[in-house]
């Protein structure tokens, strides 16, 4: 705050202040008084004077300071450093910040006073205790940063669908695998989930975060097998402001530090690079990260699940995945059978598929016992995923309020094959041409290509297998099954 110059006064009658104050002994009671330090020197930055509340602050005393010129004082490290020095090279005013050995910071204000002769006699100098402002500014700075990541965790965690559905669990063979990881899942250990695609091994893992002491805190699912290579890392482990063209400015928390507390289930991690492994494998040994960009380690406190449908010995064998990785991820292996393997699940599958779509679309439709008999019959090397499938388009094509055997057309031709599921390699147009359906053409075209792309995700072992089985790039491959998604042509992860 900017002032004009202060001036002694020319004479000492102050006819408009009251007796009682118009004394010294009043003033320096006055001066005493303040729960700001004030100190005083003369004109050549001499002490003269200092009150209590100086004494508390700096945790030095009048002896300390009284007669000692201030730039001795700041020689020997007294002070930090002098606003009254500043004050009288300047001729007004100044402020800075200061900081004592008894740990509290203020801001300090010299302000000199002139005579007559327009020479400095005296400068005053106010004290402030800013210990509690700067605390509370630290703590509001942490409030700011935690509510900027549990942002990021709103974001990550609406984009899942974790959780939304119960465990369908009627099969002895189900029922036992919960038995097992019921027990796991009290412990921290790594658990590697393993199975066929579409076997439902993220359910398996969302019921050991739910049956876990974690189950209040976030369960993170990462694909790691639709996350481009080139940005696994920072995707996984965060990247610091400024580390690479594109980056947010701010910088961005990775998904392990979004789980922290919780769980972060790596779906598809036989799909890691090497360079990624690595890193991995350091979170999981030293529970700390460094992101991209930085050098800070940044501790987390995360469960691991991870889960794959390829053969990582194997993978181990032919170099393409870390040893050490492997065991460090398998401490506690699990198996999920295949749906053929627990045909107990089959109807209850079925009807739960049935439910939410009655749910969705208000209709209150049922299956019948025969049609139940058809899907027993079957052996879905698709899987639960598959299942699903051939539920929702059963359900679409349905008359009435009940799914009969015709609506599943489970067999084709004795194949084995559901109709509308031809493999890919018989794909041909038929003779004469398509029929017209009085649909647009592109219409037509997205259906039957989401068709062929969802026989490639139920036959291949993960995306960028299946995106290789139509000869598409994954990424492309990833963004059109969003968009069949969005369109209700495929049906959600």
């Known amino acids: 705050m900017e002032r004009d110059r202060v001036y002694l006064p020319e004479n000492t009658a102050y006819p408009t202040v009251p007796d009682q104050l118009a004394t010294l002994p009043s003033l320096f009671a006055i001066l005493e008084s303040s729960f700001d330090g004030i100190f005083i020197t003369n004109g050549h930055a001499i002490p003269l004077w200092v009150?209590?509340?100086?004494?508390?602050?700096?945790?030095?005393?009048?002896?300390?300071?009284?007669?000692?010129?201030?730039?001795?004082?700041?020689?020997?490290?007294?002070?930090?450093?002098?606003?009254?020095?500043?004050?009288?090279?300047?001729?007004?005013?100044?402020?800075?910040?200061?900081?004592?050995?008894?740990?509290?910071?203020?801001?300090?204000?010299?302000?000199?006073?002139?005579d007559h002769n327009d020479q400095v006699c005296l400068v005053v100098t106010n004290v402030r205790d800013i210990?509690?402002?700067?605390?509370?500014?630290?703590?509001?700075?942490?409030?700011?940063?935690?509510?900027?990541?549990?942002?990021?965790?709103?974001?990550?965690?609406?984009?899942?669908?974790?959780?939304?559905?119960?465990?369908?669990a009627e099969d002895p063979a189900t029922l036992n695998l919960l038995r097992i990881v019921g027990r796991a899942a009290q412990l921290d250990t790594a658990i590697?989930?393993?199975?066929?695609?579409?076997?439902?091994?993220?359910?398996?893992?969302?019921?050991?975060?739910?049956?876990?002491?974690?189950?209040?805190?976030?369960f993170i699912r990462v694909n790691c097998g639709a996350i481009p290579e080139s940005l696994a890392e920072s995707e996984l482990f965060?990247?610091?402001?400024?580390?690479?063209?594109?980056?947010?400015?701010?910088?961005?928390?990775?998904?392990?530090?979004?789980?922290?507390e919780g769980t972060i289930f790596l779906d598809e991690v036989g799909e890691l690079s090497l360079a990624t492994q690595t890193k991995l494998l350091r979170v999981l040994q030293e529970k700390e990260l460094t992101r991209v960009g930085g050098s800070k380690p940044i501790s987390v406190d995360v469960r691991v699940i991870a889960a794959t449908n390829r053969d990582l010995q194997k993978c181990v064998t032919e170099g393409t995945f870390r040893e050490d990785l492997f065991y460090r991820l398998s401490v506690f292996p699990v198996w999920v059978p295949p749906l053929r393997e627990r045909k107990g699940d089959i109807p209850k599958l079925a009807r739960s598929v049935i439910d939410e779509l009655n749910h969705s679309y208000e209709h209150k439709k049922?299956?019948?016992?025969?049609?139940?008999?058809?899907?027993?019959?079957?052996?879905?090397?698709?899987?639960?995923?598959?299942?699903?499938n051939v539920m929702e388009r059963a359900f679409i094509i349905s008359d009435g309020e009940q799914i009969q055997p015709q609506d599943l057309a489970i067999l084709d031709g004795g194949h084995n094959t559901p109709q509308g599921f031809t493999p890919?390699?018989?794909?041909?147009?038929?003779?004469?041409?398509?029929?017209l359906t009085g649909e647009p053409l592109q219409v037509q075209v997205d259906r039957f290509e989401a068709g062929l792309m969802a026989q490639a995700m139920?036959?291949?072992?993960?995306?960028?297998?299946a995106a290789r089985l139509v000869q598409m790039d994954p990424a492309t491959f990833l963004r059109r099954k969003k968009k069949f998604q969005d369109q209700g042509l495929l049906p959600p992860d």
């Not at 965060?238 to 530090?257: D, I, M, V, W």
């Open 192 to 218: 590697l989930i393993q199975g066929e695609t579409g076997a439902g091994k993220e359910r398996i893992a969302s019921y050991i975060h739910q049956s876990s002491p974690r189950a209040r805190k976030n």
């Open 238 to 260: 965060g990247y610091e402001r400024g580390a690479f063209t594109g980056a947010n400015r701010e910088g961005k928390a990775g998904l392990f530090e979004v789980a922290n």
């Open 51 to 114: 009150n209590h509340s100086y004494e508390v602050i700096s945790g030095l005393t009048a002896r300390d300071v009284l007669g000692v010129p201030m730039a001795e004082l700041v020689r020997r490290g007294t002070i930090s450093n002098s606003a009254t020095l500043q004050a009288l090279k300047i001729g007004r005013s100044f402020t800075t910040n200061q900081s004592f050995t008894t740990g509290k910071q203020a801001v300090v204000t010299s302000t000199p006073i002139y």
């Open 131 to 168: 210990s509690e402002l700067v605390t509370l500014q630290d703590t509001l700075d942490q409030q700011n940063r935690l509510a900027a990541r549990y942002q990021q965790e709103i974001e990550v965690i609406r984009g899942q669908l974790l959780g939304s559905s119960q465990m369908v």
């Open 458 to 465: 139920a036959r291949a072992p993960s995306l960028r297998a």
């Open 424 to 435: 890919m390699e018989q794909v041909a147009p038929q003779e004469g041409g398509p029929a």
């Open 366 to 388: 049922t299956i019948t016992p025969a049609a139940e008999a058809l899907l027993l019959q079957y052996p879905w090397p698709g899987n639960v995923r598959e299942l699903r």
